[in-house]
């Protein structure tokens, strides 16, 4: 199949995409179709590798509300209701909702997920569907299912355990949550463990790291401590890492070496924190988001996450990670022109980094040729305008299309 007009990573000039057996085996501007070969005529549209979602929690997503609403809008209560919520999780309840919210983020473009599973229920009922989901929607989406203690590793009873329990089961990816733990020293604790059981099973890393709007909260330290200590390096991601907006500049400007030399990555979820932090403030309220544009300045890799889809964490979301990172470069105050034209790398080739993708993904001769087609001739107007995403080809097989929205004035 041979694509013709596609405009690459906002390239001004359009280029041919060859692709046979699933895989990109040339690309060039003038390639002559083979005989017989199918030609699709992009119409200098722009071409991006797929979309990922670096965080969210697909256990949860569908369920604001059941059985109770978060009316603080606090990450704590939040928490509260997913322990109500808990009690109903069924492999049949769980698959359902996933299917849908899969589906969802298929037809926006997405392809591969990382999602953070709650392992602190003794049946780990759905760590064990998420692992036979990864497989059932792989022609889909790319999962990568990460152990999440919810309620903490030393403050919940027997976590150590269950934690290692769903790694045998399968997980991808070790978590863990050290500002829910009891005290500073369950939270360092929590991290050791976490980064020890990573290295000691070969797994990634992917800690909730001090989303809390307390300065005080230090757990970020500790990740890129272990991180550099154990020769994990950028296989460890610190998510949200929201204490870092009320962090002292003197001392961010020391913990900045040491997140240099730890390598880790960093997700930010700009729709769901702005709407979690600050709940305690009076007025100036704070954003409550990482340090976004000072930590990319330092050359340190940052991308964007949805988070929560219709949960007891956050009562909205459609899978679209555009209102991510049209949400982040407002808050994050990344307006630039250049700055929006390169923000979907945030979603794109900066997340690939944080899952690890390696050669697995990006358009180059030799990859999957997995990619989507943007209602744009690049990403600013692709942001600006909501563009749809015409189709998403996974290993060369398209698995979504879309159709420009119309809209006209009668008068």
Not at 119 to 127: E, K
Not at 248 to 276: D, E
């Amino acid at each position: 199949m041979l694509f013709q007009n596609a405009l690459i990573e906002n390239a001004a000039a359009a280029t041919c995409i060859r692709v046979e057996n699933g895989r990109f085996t040339a690309i060039g501007p003038e390639l002559t179709p083979h005989p017989g070969e199918e030609v699709v005529d992009l119409q200098n549209k722009l071409v991006l590798p797929p979309f990922i979602e670096s965080h969210v929690h697909l256990d949860t997503c569908l369920t604001a509300g059941d059985p109770v609403w978060n009316m603080s809008g606090t990450l704590f209560e939040g928490i509260e209701c997913w322990s109500k919520r808990k009690e109903k999780l069924s492999k049949q309840d769980i698959k359902d909702r996933v299917n849908r919210a899969v589906r969802m983020y298929a037809a926006h473009g997405v392809q591969h997920i990382r999602t953070h599973v709650d392992v602190t229920d003794p049946s780990l009922v759905a760590m064990e569907t998420l692992v036979e989901l990864r497989e059932e929607l792989r022609d889909l989406v790319d999962i990568q299912v990460v152990a999440f203690p919810q309620e903490g590793i030393l403050s919940y009873p027997n976590g150590k355990q269950l934690m290692t329990d769903a790694v045998k089961m399968g997980a991808d990816v070790v978590g863990a949550i050290p500002h829910f733990e009891f005290t500073r020293e369950y939270s360092v604790e929590s991290l050791n463990f976490a980064l020890w059981l990573a290295a000691e099973n070969d797994k990634l890393v992917d800690v909730h790291c001090d989303e809390i709007d307390d300065e005080a909260s230090r757990g970020l330290e500790t990740v890129a401590t272990r991180a550099l200590e154990l020769g994990l390096y950028d296989k460890v991601t610190a998510s949200h890492t929201t204490a870092m907006h009320s962090y002292n500049n003197a001392y961010v400007v020391r913990l900045m070496r040491l997140l240099k030399m730890s390598k880790i990555n960093f997700v930010s979820n700009p729709l769901v924190n702005t709407h979690l932090q600050g709940r305690m403030d009076t007025y100036p309220k704070r954003r409550g988001v990482t340090r976004v544009k000072e930590l990319t300045a330092e050359g340190i890799n940052v991308s964007f996450g949805h988070d929560d889809i219709f949960d007891p964490w956050y009562p909205m979301g459609t899978g679209n990670l555009r209102d991510v990172v049209l949400m982040g470069l407002h808050v994050c105050q990344m307006m630039g022109y250049q700055e929006i034209m390169d923000s979907y790398k945030f979603i794109t080739t900066n997340a690939a980094k944080t899952l690890y993708l390696g050669e697995k993904y990006g358009i180059e001769v030799g990859r999957p040729a997995s990619f989507v087609v943007m209602d744009a001739e690049n990403w600013y107007n692709a942001l600006n305008t909501n563009a749809v995403a015409l189709a998403s080809y996974k290993n060369g097989k398209k698995i979504a299309e879309g159709t420009p929205g119309c809209r006209k004035v009668l008068f």
